[in-house]
């Protein structure tokens, strides 16, 4: 057996349809049988001549294997019958409806049947009944005897033929006198009556024509009725009558006539009838038995085959119903893969190969949808990949970027732009801008489109200084309306410049000129003041030893240029910060010996310090160890040798960044302080130079990184260092500009 | 159920619906036949056989026989030399066949064997007729003095002649079965 295609639904799953085909094949061939033998036998029984089972070897061969074939349709229709409850009992799908169908197909041909065995059985069994208790036998026997007398009176006519010629034999002298006897014989005869003469049982005389049968029937006659037929001298036969006489010489001599032939063919068929009628009579009760076994062998038959035909019938309906119930289960859980195997040219094959190609199509067009959905994917993919492309460029640039569609819904905006505006980060996407932003800023941009409109590029930038927060900050904005290559108007692109961080870097570097300058203006001087005091101190000490106000000028001269001269030093310093030179080491170690150092020297802060990443790293160690001084010296001031410090070192493998964080419980910054905290000069502290912020921003920026700063929780204030750790030639050229992250950061 | 079960299940319904519903013999089997006083001569090449064919009429077959139904039986005879520790050996057979019939019109009865017929007046005498046998069977091999040689017989019911109709009606079931046991009978020799 050849195992079904997978997806592909076979009529009854688990049984063969081959060995189905051979079942019906079977069933069609047993009954064809049944019919051939029985007409076959029939047949036979009819040219057979005797009902002769114990010897006829063929019909009694043939009536066993009718006989067995009819016990194998029968077990054929019944086994499919068992079968179909079976199927019924165990719930299996369309065995319901087939089991109904084949109910009523019995039904239906049961009851006409059997009420027509019970009309055929009442009838025959009446009509014999009626033939053989009815006239009919009286009737034929009254026929018979009638022909019996009409023969025994023909018989009785010649016997005085036979008396005349036995007489005158007897009474004949010689044989010349035997044709007169004859003669006077014949003379009594009627037409047609011949003489025949026996002597020692062979015909001797004979004279008219008679057939050679009816001579040796009467002469059989004559013999069996040699013991006690003496007194009866008439002979009757189906076509004869005959008298005859036994002369003292022991010669028979006999009148016979012959019955015309239509007259013996009635008396013949009187005969057979009477025979017939008797037979019946005898063979009531077996003839009877005989209908009825004949009656209930068709009826049996017609039930079956009709049952068959039901089965078959109900087949033909549940299979394709099953099939397509399957099938239609197959493609409801997804699988369009399913083909029925099931071929007819009625309207079930129709409907499954529908079916088929309806599952077919189903397929293709799925395979379309799949195509045309990865086709989508991959387009939904690359769009999204642009438009991450995209966002991952408006989120790393400095400029804040505003996207306005045509119907004033924001379609894109960045962190930066975010931050900048101080827009919820949450909802802005798809909103009207005006929703979104303050009023004052919607207005700012709705004069600076107006503006761009009247403009023949559309597009428009201008200084403007907006109210963030409590702060006004000075943007430069750009504007550009959007058109289609139509000329239809898209919407417009708002971007956003902070420009303070432009101008705070503009007044760094201006003041380490100013600081380049000073130092240089004044570091010249101070050297000659200081030789000059110290000269006039030598030369007029002793002169004006008496008046004390003298050493205390000149010392407090010496005093204030060393002052002079630390703070040009410490501008000399600032204005010229050398370039970093980076070279690979472990920077974690680094910033531990500080830590180290600062936990010695200020034994009342307690002092933390957490590290990750890899070991070895790309920085300037005496730059960063400076940086890191300076954060951990303003953290120790703040705290004033009380409270805690938690230093911690991070790398981000992903950006490949290094994160020096220096978090302190001190009361923090306050917010009006943080945007010049990192500019020069500017000091919280008493005696400060305001430096030391300033030249960690400064080496955070040469180092490509930022610096910032936020509140602690829940007291405090946090410095965040953060800069690459790649190899200078890595180094993104635009790493050495400011990283400006918002009015806290510092560079 | 198990599919040995439901085939012996069905099988079994079979059989039963089978044996109910199949026609049998419909009716009354005669007394049991045989073959009596089984004697003979036997000489040259030949073997004179005599017999009695004893309860091979039952009243139903007289009856019948009245009614024009026509009765035939066959025999068998076999002639053998019997051997004491030995096989024996037949020596000849012969089938013989007898028939019996009615006729209403004539009011004979008419016996027709396989060495001619005869006609019987009644009904006693067509029946001594069907059961007396006298049967001559050539033999192979010289007949030795002293010797002992047996006849075995056998006879059943060979046909029933029926009229036109009743033989179709009849061609499903069997009106008499008769048939006797081998009989045998020892055979003088000269």
């Known amino acids: 057996m050849t195992a079904p295609p997978v997806g592909q639904i076979s009529p009854s799953p688990g049984e063969d349809p081959a060995k189905r085909r051979r079942e019906r094949w079977a069933i069609g061939i047993v009954a064809f049988l049944v019919a051939f033998l029985t007409i076959f036998e029939a047949h036979l029984a009819a040219v057979g001549g005797a009902v002769a089972f114990s010897s006829n070897i063929v019909i009694f061969a043939l009536i066993n294997l009718n006989v067995i074939f009819v016990v194998l349709l029968i077990f054929l229709v019944t086994r499919n019958v068992f079968k179909i409850l079976l199927d019924r009992r165990r719930n299996l799908l369309g065995a319901k409806l087939r089991s109904r169908l084949v109910l009523i197909f019995i039904c239906f041909s049961l009851i006409p049947t059997m009420l027509l065995f019970i009309a055929a059985t009442s009838i025959t069994t009446t009509s014999i009944k009626s033939w053989i208790g009815g006239r009919v036998g009286q009737a034929l026997t009254g026929a018979l005897e009638i022909a019996q007398d009409r023969l025994e009176a023909e018989a009785r006519a010649l016997s005085p033929v036979a008396e005349s010629a036995a007489a005158g034999l007897t009474a004949i002298v010689d044989a010349s006198s035997f044709p007169r006897v004859l003669e006077s014989a014949r003379s009594l005869a009627p037409a047609g009556t011949a003489l025949l003469f026996f002597e020692k049982d062979a015909e001797v005389a004979r004279d008219g024509e008679v057939s050679p049968a009816v001579r040796e029937e009467v002469l059989k006659r004559i013999k069996a009725m040699k013991g006690d037929g003496a007194g009866k001298e008439t002979l009757i036969g189906d076509e004869f009558a005959a008298a005859w006489r036994r002369t003292p010489g022991g010669v028979i001599v006999v009148a016979v006539r012959s019955l015309p032939p239509a007259e013996a063919a009635r008396i013949r068929e009187i005969a057979r009838a009477y025979d017939e009628y008797h037979q019946v009579r005898l063979l009531d009760d077996p003839i009877r038995a005989s209908y009825v076994g004949i009656l209930i062998l068709i009826t049996l038959l017609i039930v079956f085959a009709a049952s068959w035909m039901g089965i078959y019938l109900a087949r033909q309906i549940t299979v394709p119903v099953q099939l397509l119930a399957e099938g239609t289960e197959e493609v409801a859980r997804g699988n369009l893969d399913v083909s029925l195997d099931y071929r007819s040219r009625d309207e079930f094959g129709t409907l499954v190969a529908s079916f088929n190609r309806m599952t077919a199509d189903l397929k293709a067009m799925k395979g379309n949808l799949e195509e045309t959905n990865a086709s989508l994917t991959q387009t939904y993919d690359e769009l999204r990949r642009r438009t991450q492309f995209i966002e991952t460029i408006l989120h790393s640039i400095s400029t804040g970027v505003i996207v306005i569609d045509r119907h004033g819904r924001i379609a894109m905006i960045n962190k930066v732009a975010e931050r900048l505006l101080r827009i919820p980060t949450d909802g802005a996407l798809g909103r009207m801008y005006r929703d979104v932003l303050r009023e004052e800023h919607y207005e700012a941009i709705r004069d600076l489109y107006r503006e761009a409109g009247e403009t023949a590029k559309g597009q428009v930038e201008r200084q403007v200084e907006l109210v963030v927060g409590e702060k006004r900050i000075a943007f430069r904005v750009s504007l550009t309306a959007l058109h289609d290559d139509a000329g239809e108007y898209m919407g417009l692109v708002a971007a956003f410049d902070d420009l303070s961080q432009a101008m705070r870097l503009q007044r760094v570097l201006a003041w380490r000129e100013v600081a380049r300058r000073i130092a240089h203006d004044i570091r010249n001087p101070l050297t000659p003041i200081q030789l000059s005091t110290e000269r006039m101190s030598r030369k007029y000490a002793a002169a004006h030893a008496e008046d004390p106000a003298f050493a205390e000028c000149t010392q407090a001269i010496l005093s204030e240029v060393n002052t002079l001269k630390n703070l040009v030093d410490e501008f000399t310093r600032f204005a010229r910060m050398p370039v970093p030179r980076r070279v690979e080491g472990d920077l974690r170690e680094e910033i531990r010996t500080v830590v180290d150092t600062y936990r010695t020297s200020h034994p009342g802060i307690r002092w933390e310090y957490r590290q990750e990443g890899p070991p070895r790293v790309w920085f300037d160690p005496f730059q960063i160890r400076r940086a890191v001084t300076n954060l951990l010296d303003n953290a120790a001031a703040a705290l004033g040798e009380r409270g805690s410090v938690a230093v911690t070192c991070t790398h981000d493998e992903t950006a490949r960044k290094a994160r020096i964080e220096v978090a302190d419980d001190g009361p923090g910054i306050p917010s009006g302080d943080r945007d010049r905290l990192f500019e020069p000069y500017f000091s919280r502290r008493e005696g400060g130079t305001g430096l030391g912020l300033a030249i960690v921003s400064a080496i955070a920026n040469d180092h490509g990184g930022t610096v910032r700063m936020r509140d602690n929780t829940p007291r405090g204030s946090v410095f965040e260092m953060e800069f690459p750790t790649g190899p200078p030639l890595e180094r993104n050229i635009g790493s050495t500009a400011p990283g400006i992250d918002d009015g806290r950061t510092g560079s | ?190």
């Not at chain 2, 009354?28 to 004697?39: D, G, K």
């Not at chain 2, 026509?70 to 030995?86: H, L, P």
């Not at chain 2, 001594?128 to 091999?141: A, K, L, Y």
């Not at chain 2, 002293?146 to 069997?174: C, H, M, N, Q």
């Open chain 2, 1 to 190: 159920m198990p599919q040995g079960v439901e085939v012996r299940v069905l099988i079994t319904i079979f059989t039963l619906s089978l044996m109910t519903l199949l026609p049998g013999s419909s009716l009354a089997r005669p007394p049991a036949p045989e073959i009596a006083e089984v004697s003979g001569t036997i000489r040259g090449g030949e073997a004179r056989v005599h017999f009695t064919l004893r309860n091979a009429f039952t009243p139903e077959m007289v009856e019948a026989l009245k009614s024009g139904i026509e009765i035939t039986f066959k025999t068998t005879v076999e002639v053998e030399r019997v051997y004491r520790n030995w096989f024996n050996r037949t020596m000849g057979a012969v089938e013989y066949t007898r028939s019996v019939r009615y006729d209403a019109l004539s009011r004979v009865y008419r016996l027709h064997r396989d060495d001619g017929d005869e006609l019987l007046p009644d009904v006693l005498a067509a029946l001594d007729r069907m059961t007396r046998f006298e049967v001559v069977v050539p033999v192979t091999g010289g007949v030795e003095k002293g010797k002992r040689y047996r006849a075995r017989v056998y006879a059943r019911l060979d046909k029933v002649g029926l009229t036109e109709p009743l033989r179709s009606i009849f061609f499903f079931s069997s009106l008499w079965d008769v048939e006797t046991d081998w009989a045998r009978g020892d055979l003088k020799t000269p």
